[in-house]
């Protein structure tokens, strides 16, 4: 028979990504296949196929290219398919090979999972990186073709797509407890096997390439990788042997951001590759792709890894924002992703120690940076869930009596959007303010209410009644440039508390590279179900019989492992604390709440109803970095007079340029007067904090050059 000879066409016509495989087997006959998970063959391709490969089976590549995943009912042990089936919408798309059959449904973003009891393989979820024999190939055992068990076959009609929650459905119908496959940015140590066959994928003509792969090469193996780069070198045409020494040597000499190897794995894999799948057939292939790319983002971004994900449904939020937004900022996406999952999450959950899921979030970044972004995704989202979702999104506050107001007519939960919160925070805190400057201390007092009644202010007039708020849990999402935010603030603002209750994330400076971005109008289904489902009371909703059912949340506990993350990190920060009020630094205010956001922001990241390691590791990570980056932050710019605070701002900007001429540090400050600056300049030079240095410029003229010096020089 010529079966993709015969069939194959039609079906890649129809959409469909299809492959050649094996006359008599079910094993795809091209290298490289798994590229065509990603996208479809071209014309060509199938061309070459037809006359190559003509005689063999069709297999379909599941995942984005097709728009399909697959589920394969293998044995159906303990009478688990029917159980399973019956929690299924389903597919009006069905085949069958040697036994049991494959339903066919719509991607939504599942990844390959497979589910086994007593070592005999029940249900697959086939999605990126795997493949499935269609009809009317040969199954290689029985010698008999497979049959379609519909009248409808792919492309026929439109397929449905599978519950959200349906990992969790067959995971509780099996009895087992399945966390999240873990991503980690420090990938394993590879296999020098395999990164030879990942070289094979890589074309060295590109010099940049060629290079990084060397490099990476080098920082794996050190000398032992050398015969692996030159014998991958020499297929290029500009190979020169006498010359591959001297350039292997310079690789251990370069002292910038080290390359290793999942740069190499990331070049790979844009060309097709994908690991040899273990022996025990349970490997992921989606879930090795994103450990990759994750990796590289993250170095070439230098932001730590719990920046670029999270778990859970703030990491559902926080990819939405990210892919939308037209710039590359994730520490903003993941700013107003925990202030609005704080706010979906309000009255719904609750830690074993009663932390709730309040949280006050500051992304700070220059103008021009797409700081608003994330306000338009959580208002775009909030209003798609319909008018109780819509109605907790609120503006900024300017007394006291408003943030009462608001909360009370939102039944304790907000959401609230601070822009320009530098500017805010100047009028809040300049010495004439009244009214306004009790908002500091309304918003300190509401982080520590979230589980009991807040009440707001008693008047003389018996008219004006006295709001009572249970359980206020109001979440905020600022936004400021650095150079505002910074000015408004005194050193008092961290010692009282207000600060500190703050998670930081200011963005690098300069405007972030652009990227396609997408519209905002229309949330993922996916994410806009799981919303919809937290806020309309999917773990707990008033009824009429308990109407304060929804001021009990449920207790989310920690998973042993967890706990243990956490008990640790307090034992840290309580160390950490101690070294702060001896040397009078006055940062155990800030590192004194670590602890308690690093268990917020895990809350947030739960699945299946408990907290796991992986979500822990994320809010400690998340919470370490934003309280070094507030220390940083006001080391380096908060005083109490002006010129402290200019001395400050010159001083941080110097450390961040590492050296800089007079004349562009002049250029950057030329707001401020020159004598000023002058001064600022002396000053710093005679209290030994800036040195300086001068040189011969190409005109002849004397160049004069900054630099922070050393504490220890």
Same mark, same amino acid.
């Given at each position: 028979?010529?079966?993709?000879?015969?069939?194959?066409r039609r079906?890649?016509?129809?959409?469909?990504?299809?492959?050649?495989?094996?006359?008599?087997?079910?094993i795809?006959?091209?290298?490289?296949?798994?590229?065509?998970?990603?996208?479809? +063959?071209?014309? *060509?391709?199938?061309?070459?196929?037809?006359?190559?490969?003509?005689?063999g089976?069709?297999?379909?590549?599941?995942g984005?290219?097709?728009?399909?995943v +697959?589920?394969?009912?293998?044995?159906?042990?303990?009478?688990?398919?029917?159980k399973?089936?019956?929690?299924?919408?389903?597919?009006?798309?069905r085949?069958?090979?040697? %036994?049991?059959?494959t339903?066919?449904y719509?991607?939504?973003?599942?990844?390959?999972?497979?589910w086994?009891?007593?070592?005999?393989?029940?249900?697959? $979820?086939?999605s990126?990186g795997?493949?499935?024999?269609l009809?009317?190939?040969?199954?290689?055992?029985?010698?008999?073709?497979?049959?379609?068990?519909?009248?409808?076959?792919?492309?026929?009609?439109?397929?449905?797509?599978?519950?959200?929650?349906?990992?969790?459905?067959v995971?509780?119908?099996?009895g087992v407890?399945?966390?999240?496959?873990?991503?980690?940015?420090?990938?394993?140590?590879?296999?020098?096997e395999e990164?030879?066959?990942a070289?094979?994928h890589?074309?060295?003509?590109?010099?940049?390439d060629?290079?990084?792969?060397g490099?990476?090469l080098?920082?794996?193996f050190?000398?032992?990788g050398f015969q692996?780069?030159?014998?991958?070198?020499?297929?290029?045409?500009?190979?020169?042997?006498?010359?591959?020494?001297?350039?292997?040597?310079?690789?251990?000499?370069?002292?910038?951001?080290?390359?290793d190897?999942?740069?190499?794995?990331?070049?790979?894999?844009?060309?097709?590759?994908?690991p040899?799948?273990p022996?025990?057939?349970?490997?992921?292939?989606?879930?090795?792709i994103?450990s990759?790319e994750?990796?590289?983002?993250?170095?070439q971004?230098?932001?730590?890894v719990?920046?670029?994900?999270?778990?859970?449904?703030?990491?559902?939020?926080?990819?939405w924002?990210? *892919?939308t937004?037209?710039r590359?900022?994730?520490? =903003?996406?993941?700013?107003?992703?925990?202030?609005?999952?704080?706010?979906?999450?309000?009255?719904?959950?609750?830690?074993?120690?009663?932390?709730r899921t309040n949280?006050?979030?500051?992304g700070?970044? +220059?103008?021009?940076?797409?700081?608003?972004?994330?306000?338009?995704?959580l208002d775009?989202?909030?209003?798609?869930?319909?008018?109780e979702?819509?109605?907790?999104m609120?503006?900024?506050?300017?007394s006291?009596?408003?943030?009462?107001?608001?909360?009370?007519?939102?039944?304790? %939960?907000?959401?609230?959007?601070?822009?320009?919160?530098?500017?805010?925070?100047e #009028?809040?805190t300049?010495?004439?303010?009244?009214?306004?400057?009790e908002?500091l201390?309304?918003?300190t007092?509401?982080?520590?209410?979230?589980?009991?009644?807040?009440?707001?202010?008693?008047?003389?007039?018996e008219k004006?009644?006295? #709001?009572?708020?249970?359980?206020?849990?109001?979440?905020?999402y600022g936004?400021?440039?650095?150079?505002s935010?910074?000015?408004?603030l #005194?050193?008092?603002?961290?010692?009282s508390?207000? $600060?500190?209750?703050?998670? $930081?994330?200011?963005?690098?400076d300069?405007?972030p590279?652009?990227?396609?971005?997408g519209?905002?109008?229309?949330?993922?289904?996916?994410?806009?179900?799981?919303?919809?489902?937290?806020?309309?009371?999917?773990?707990?909703q008033?009824?009429?019989?308990?109407?304060?059912a929804g001021? %009990?949340p449920?207790?989310?506990?920690m998973?042993d492992?967890?706990?243990?993350?956490?008990?640790?990190?307090?034992l840290?920060m309580?160390?950490?604390?101690?070294?702060a009020?001896?040397?009078?630094?006055? $940062?155990h205010?800030?590192?004194?709440?670590?602890?308690e956001?690093?268990?917020?922001?895990?809350?947030?990241?739960?699945?299946?109803?408990?907290?796991?390691e992986?979500?822990?590791?994320?809010g400690?990570?998340?919470a370490?970095?934003?309280?070094?980056?507030?220390?940083k932050?006001?080391?380096?710019?908060?005083?109490?007079?002006e010129?402290?605070?200019? =001395?400050?701002k010159?001083l941080?900007?110097?450390?961040e340029?590492?050296?800089i001429?007079h004349?562009?540090?002049?250029k950057?400050?030329?707001?401020?007067?020159?004598?000023?600056?002058?001064?600022?300049?002396?000053?710093?030079?005679?209290?030994?904090e800036?040195?300086?240095?001068?040189?011969?410029?190409?005109?002849?003229?004397?160049?004069r050059?900054? %630099?922070?010096r050393?504490?220890?020089?």
């Open positions: 028979m010529t079966v993709f000879a015969d069939h194959g079906l890649w016509e129809s959409g469909l990504s299809v492959i050649p495989l094996r006359s008599g087997e079910k795809p006959a091209v290298k490289g296949w798994q590229i065509y998970c990603q996208r479809p +063959a071209a014309e *060509s391709e199938i061309d070459e196929w037809e006359g190559v490969y003509g005689s089976g069709i297999g379909l590549c599941t984005p290219a097709s728009g399909i +697959a589920l394969d009912f293998d044995e159906d042990v303990d009478g688990l398919h029917a399973i089936k019956a929690k299924l919408p389903p597919s009006p798309v085949k069958r090979g040697a %036994r049991g059959e339903w066919f719509k991607i939504r973003d599942e990844r390959n999972r497979k086994s009891r007593d070592g005999r393989c029940v249900l697959e $979820l086939l990126i795997r493949h499935t024999v009809p009317p190939s040969i199954h290689p055992d029985t010698r008999q073709p497979y049959i379609w068990l519909t009248q409808d076959t792919l492309g026929d009609v439109d397929l449905p797509q599978l519950p959200v929650d349906f990992v969790k459905v995971d509780d119908l099996m407890t399945r966390l999240m496959p873990e991503v980690r940015a420090d990938l394993p140590p590879p296999d020098m990164v030879r066959r070289l094979d890589i074309s060295c003509e590109p010099y940049q060629w290079v990084d792969c490099m990476a080098h920082n794996a050190g000398d032992a692996l780069w030159d014998n991958w070198s020499s297929r290029g045409s500009t190979y020169k042997p006498d010359e591959m020494p001297r350039k292997w040597a310079s690789f251990g000499k370069y002292k910038g951001r080290p390359i190897i999942g740069t190499l794995f990331h070049h790979a894999i844009g060309q097709g590759w994908l040899t799948p022996d025990d057939d349970d490997f992921d292939a989606s879930a090795f994103a990759v994750e990796h590289v983002r993250a170095k971004s230098g932001l730590p719990c920046m670029l994900r999270a778990p859970g449904y703030v990491g559902m939020l926080r990819d924002i990210e *892919s937004s037209r590359e900022t994730p520490l =903003l996406s993941m700013a107003a992703a925990i202030a609005g999952a704080g706010a979906v999450y309000a009255h719904k959950v609750r830690t074993e120690t009663d932390l949280m006050y979030t500051l700070i970044a +220059a103008s021009g940076t797409g700081k608003d972004h994330g306000r338009r995704c775009s989202l909030l209003n798609a869930c319909g008018t979702a819509a109605a907790m609120t503006g900024s506050f300017f006291e009596s408003g943030i009462v107001m608001a909360l009370h007519k939102r039944q304790g %939960r907000a959401l609230s959007i601070m822009d320009e919160m530098g500017k805010e925070l #009028k809040l300049h010495r004439n303010a009244t009214v306004q400057s908002v201390t309304t918003l007092k509401l982080a520590t209410s979230a589980t009991t009644a807040y009440r707001g202010r008693e008047y003389a007039d004006i009644e006295t #709001k009572v708020i249970q359980d206020p849990c109001l979440s905020v936004m400021s440039e650095p150079e935010f910074f000015a408004a #005194k050193s008092r603002d961290a010692s508390g207000f $600060l500190p209750r703050w998670l $930081l994330f200011q963005c690098p300069g405007l590279k652009r990227k396609q971005g519209s905002v109008e229309q949330p993922p289904a996916a994410l806009l179900s799981m919303t919809t489902h937290i806020i309309s009371g999917g773990l707990n008033p009824t009429r019989d308990d109407p304060f001021l %009990r449920a207790t989310i506990p998973t492992g967890a706990r243990r993350m956490w008990e640790a990190l307090v840290d309580d160390e950490r604390c101690d070294k009020i001896i040397h009078k630094t006055g $940062l205010v800030v590192y004194g709440r670590v602890a956001h690093a268990a917020k922001l895990a809350l947030l990241a739960h699945e299946y109803g408990q907290i796991s992986e979500a822990m590791e994320w400690r990570d998340v370490l970095f934003c309280a070094d980056s507030l220390a932050g006001l080391a380096e710019n908060v005083s109490d007079t010129w402290g605070g200019f =001395l400050k010159l941080g900007y110097v450390r340029s590492g050296t001429t004349t562009a540090l002049l950057k400050f030329n707001s401020a007067r020159q004598r000023d600056f002058k001064e600022a300049i002396i000053q710093l030079i005679d209290s030994g800036l040195d300086y240095d001068e040189k011969k410029g190409t005109t002849g003229k004397t160049v050059y900054y %630099r922070v050393c504490r220890d020089s």
